[in-house]
């Protein structure tokens, strides 16, 4: 069947701040409580997506979720006004206050695991919600996620979205950010990667020291159950616990996959040799042969790569069937890794054109171009039947720079998240992007998820 490619990019939120909340992201602990640029978040966000449209890729978006989450400060025991809370939190819990302001579901490539319609029983794209149980912050998302890809993607007869797993560490998901899939086509059966860092059951897999690991893979398994894919077609990949003790905490910060191709760096699996073989042995009944394409840590160490962010980038096929590597401006700001993306595009592999976009706010909270956006494969029926108003076009491009530049504030300090006038003006921008984006109830919580348990008498 013939399928594309769509790149959901998250539109940066108005309360984008860098708070310092992902113990293991070494980016967002080292930019832990500077200045925030909400306003130009966005518009990076938006430039990397206009361009790409530009350039004939499939652009569509996912919309920020609201915050602040009162309901989080309530359940952890403050009480009052809106007011009293930010206040209240503020003075006493801090962190708190930074979690239930978090912008985070900027990034969603952790906002679902995604498996298109040519690989599932059913012949319906599949959605699981990831439960990012893992970070407080995150943890929250979930909801809010699941009421959204439901109304983007609504049709049963095309999509089958799921809630997020249980939400215990035996299933630690983290959504699409730990899976990958490998294919002749995008509209053809392909191979289904997914990529843990630990097991719950399993004492032999071996786990970090220093940094958790947040994918499991009885979350895997229970995902590719959950979207009927044929066992054959699925492949579970050990992260090495070593990398993520340097900083890869999730797996697109160490490789990245599209059509036969895996772009990934030496140390990124536990076995490397055993996890190419189980790849190619996978991916040959399909009539496809695996081109790794393989980053020396001779050519790029794993701090230069979690540094410049290489390998969470985003691969995107051309229509001319060359490969396009969407990087950030880090990545030509290092000398390794500016060095060995000279020898790449001169290697004549399937990597022939690189494309630069400065991403820095979202760089800074530690979330490059492949964090920002999530991958879904559909058909040109699933691509009609999905909510038209998420669709990057020139017109809603132009709508959406005018409406950040409204909207949003160009400093965003702690202090600030202690501002009533804060909410305000994020419940008038929300208002105003629900009735742009032809998705007028998004933001109409239910009152237990909007306010949480009430006060005490």
Known sequence: MSAREFNFDGLVGPTHNHAGLSFGNVASASNSNSIANPRAAALQGLAKMHALAQRGFAQALLPPQKRPDFGLLRAAGFYGTDADLLAKAQREAPVLLAAAWSASPMWTANA???SPAADTADGR????VANLNSKLHRSREHRQTLRTLQAIFSDPAHFA???ALPGTPAFGDEGAANHGRLCADHGTP????FV???????????APSRFPARQTLEAGQAIARRHLLAPERVVHLHQNPEVIDQGVFHNDVISVTNGRVLFYHEAAFADEAGSLARLHAAIAPLGAALQ??????SAVSVADAVGSYLFNSQLLSRADGGMTLVIPRECEENAAVAAYLRTLLDSGGPIDELLSFDLRQSMRNGGGPACLRLRVVL????????????LLTAALHARLVAWVERHYRDRLSPADLADPALVAEVDAALDALADILGLP???????????????PP
């Open 196 to 206: 843990y860092g630990r097991s719950e059951f399993d004492a032999s897999v071996g």
């Open 161 to 163: 979205v799921h809630a």
């Open 112 to 114: 679902a695991t995604v």
């Open 379 to 390: 058909t040109d029926a699933q691509a009609a039947a999905m909510h038209q108003g998420v």
């Open 292 to 297: 790794p394409v393989r980053v020396p840590a």
């Open 125 to 128: 794209t599949h959605f699981t």
């Open 441 to 455: 109830s998004l933001y109409h919580l239910a009152p237990d998820e909007e306010t949480g348990p009430p006060s």
């Open 190 to 193: 392909g191979v289904e990667l």
